[in-house]
């Protein structure tokens, strides 16, 4: 067998065949589910009611998709540029991090002044994170596929050094967890008394604007020529090392929003437990909605209505909830064949 | 300090830094074995993790431990079967897919957990390989215990090591496993099959990771955690940078590296509370990022790493 370009890619194959790896998901899915004993259609069913069945249902699936199109946008700009940043876990937590430093009563300012200064901060922290990787891949030519993997690691146990060091909370009961963040930098919920916050706003924000700077700026443009072919993208006078550079500022800045977005919006401290692997699931995000940073939108509210549904879903059949995670895996991997299946045919042979 | 050197002057220390190597000795020939071939496989985590599971759950289920080796082994050839397959004749990006192999492979270990074992409040327990000293050699003062008082799976991984210097330095397969992890097109030519040989060593290479895995599992502990590979996979990928894709040094690399891991644990003991023990925890990741870069200027990484080959592609 050999595979080649196809010389004009269709529109039905661009369609047919990310909705064929869907399928191909969900069927594996749900030979899983009847290996547990259930019924597919019932348990579908019973995810799609707990993800977006109800007002309750849907809000919970919103609040669950912001930090992912956080860590999605992240992803997103860094693997056009094809700097393979799989360290937004570490940049959120870095995030939430800057957050509760800032955000606890250090900064006695109004909440106008507070929130703006806060999210530089915690930009600028998250992009020192990635940085770091980013000059070692291109001074030293050190892969920062392992690196970043490695940073969460290092930085998970430097959160929990600070949680059980100077950030603790004396008020805390001896949980390694933070003080509140102070009303001023708190994001307020968007309806009385449902969870859903102004994190999610600012995630849309975010979305539009990383559309914006990837579509319709210079620096998008390069992003994208050095991504594509780096030695042609020098050859025309791009400098590479900077674009990785300032992709690695913007990506890592938007993979630390996530962290702020969790601390302020929704869970008021930081503590250990703040993500459980939003930076990982980041990546399907991105490369679900094929890196394009308006689809990161709708594919955050899929992969989260996957994990909300799952969750809701596993409290009334017996199926372990860890089927989300397999699902979300399982359409990575079918994604990422089907999108090349679109541009490339093969010849049997 | 005289309390932080006598670490060194200890058996059962030197008992640790081999049973601590070990997993990651197996692991990281698996991955030199795909990379040598010219593929990255980030599959490695979740791999070890599927496989620490598959072993004990076998062992669990009422197999022998040697049963529970080969299961592990299997469900590393079917994961490697899959990275093979997406990467090799369909050339997807390298990276992608092995983080999708890793989430894939870990979370199907722990539903299957779950779904295998969803009464349980604590991990149940198994009967794990016991040390086999051999007569006389395990006397040596110092080293005796460390290396001739071990569990036959660490045996194993030191013949491991031997058989695939052998296989890559001295049979033709390894020079075909070499050849088209530094040029492809030269292969083809001399009517080697590209994809085949990648294929066979993605998945030769994923057994052993899986199997390094389920060390973990039935011979350095006796049940399966949730997280219980931590990054394991991920430092071997930095070992064998830093053994220069060589079977030899690579083996160096993880006994350095266990040794390094064996010495914090007993240094925290030592300095008793007054650094936090994070800082120790944080060393085994500092130290790999570390090795990288020190490594990676001089290393002579095989030619065609990350390159798809695809026929008749320039």
């Known amino acids: 067998m050999r595979i080649e370009p196809v010389d004009a890619v269709s529109w039905r194959a661009t369609l047919g065949y990310p909705a064929l790896a869907i399928l191909a998901t969900l069927a594996f899915a749900g030979v899983l589910v009847m290996l547990a004993g259930a019924n597919p259609f019932a348990v579908f069913g019973l995810v799609l009611k707990g993800a977006f069945g109800s007002q309750f249902a849907f809000l919970e699936t919103l609040t669950r998709a912001t930090p992912l199109i956080f860590t999605g946008l992240a992803v997103a700009v860094a693997f056009r540029a094809k700097l393979w940043n799989i360290g937004a876990e570490a940049q959120l937590y870095i995030g939430g991090v800057v957050t509760v430093v800032l955000g606890t009563g250090a900064l006695p300012w109004a909440g106008f002044a507070l929130k703006p200064a806060i999210i530089v901060a915690v930009m600028m922290a998250g992009a020192l994170v990635l940085l770091v990787p980013t000059l070692l891949k291109s001074r030293f030519g050190v892969d920062e596929v392992v690196t970043t993997l490695l940073l969460n690691f290092i930085v998970l146990l430097f959160v929990s050094m600070l949680l059980e060091g100077v950030l603790k909370n004396p008020m805390g009961m001896g949980w390694p967890q933070s003080r509140r963040v102070i009303e001023a930098a708190s994001l307020p919920k968007i309806l009385q008394g449902k969870r859903l916050h102004y994190g999610f706003v600012l995630a849309l924000v975010a979305a539009i604007s990383v559309w914006f700077v990837m579509a319709r700026t210079t620096l998008g443009y390069e992003m994208r020529a050095v991504g594509h072919n780096p030695q042609a993208a020098r050859f025309a006078g791009i400098r590479v090392n900077l674009v990785l550079v300032k992709t690695a500022l913007l990506s890592g800045g938007l993979a630390a929003l996530a962290g702020f977005s969790e601390v302020a919006g929704l869970k008021g401290n930081l503590s250990l437990d703040l993500s459980p692997g939003y930076g990982y699931t980041g990546i399907v995000v991105a490369m679900l909605a094929m890196l394009h940073p308006l689809g990161v939108i709708a594919a955050a509210i899929f992969v989260a209505g996957i994990f909300v549904g799952a969750d809701s879903m596993s409290r009334a059949a017996r199926v372990p909830s860890y089927i989300a995670d397999v699902t979300v895996a399982t359409a990575l991997l079918t994604m990422v064949a089907a999108i090349l299946l679109t541009r490339y045919r093969i010849r049997w042979r | ?314």
């Not at chain 2, 980030?42 to 529970?68: C, K, N, Q, R, S």
């Not at chain 2, 040596?140 to 194993?156: D, R």
């Not at chain 2, 994070?278 to 990288?292: G, K, N, T, W």
Request: neutral net charge; aromatic residues 12%.
């Open chain 2, 1 to 314: 300090m005289g309390e932080a050197f006598d670490i060194f002057l200890q058996a059962s220390f030197w008992v640790a830094v081999v049973r601590i190597a070990s997993p990651l000795i197996l692991a990281t020939m698996g991955e030199l074995i795909c990379e040598r071939a010219g593929v990255l496989n980030l599959g490695i985590e979740g791999i070890m993790t599927a496989g620490a599971f598959v072993g004990w759950y076998t062992v669990y289920a009422g197999g022998d431990l040697w049963l529970g080796v080969l299961m592990a082994g299997v469900i590393g050839v079917v994961f490697g079967l899959l990275h093979g397959t997406l990467t090799v004749p369909l050339g997807l990006s390298q990276h992608v897919t092995g983080i999708g192999v890793t989430l894939l492979a870990s979370s199907l270990a722990y539903f299957s957990y779950r779904l295998l074992l969803p009464q349980v409040s604590s991990p149940p327990k198994i009967e794990p390989f016991q040390p086999l000293p051999i007569p006389f050699l395990s006397d040596i003062p110092l080293f005796g215990q460390a290396l001739f008082a071990q569990t036959p799976l660490t045996y194993f991984a030191f013949v491991a090591v031997a058989l695939v210097a052998w296989v890559l330095y001295r049979t033709p397969l390894g020079l075909a496993i070499r050849a088209v992890g530094e040029n492809p097109a030269a292969c083809e030519a001399q009517g080697i099959d590209v994809t085949l040989i990648r294929l066979g060593a993605v998945m030769a290479g994923s057994a052993l990771m899986a199997i390094g895995g389920a060390f973990l599992t039935i011979s350095a502990f006796n049940s399966f955690f949730f997280e219980m590979v931590n990054g394991r996979g991920w430092i071997c990928i930095a070992l064998v940078v830093f053994g220069s894709w060589r079977p030899g040094k690579a083996l160096l690399g993880a006994i350095l590296f266990a040794a390094f891991d064996a010495y914090q644990v007993r240094l925290q003991q030592v300095t008793g509370g007054v650094v936090p023990y994070q800082l120790f925890l944080m060393m085994p990741y500092v130290l790999s990022i570390l090795a990288l870069i020190v490594m990676a200027r001089k290393a002579s990484y095989p030619k065609a790493l990350m390159v798809p080959y695809r026929k008749g592609e320039r």
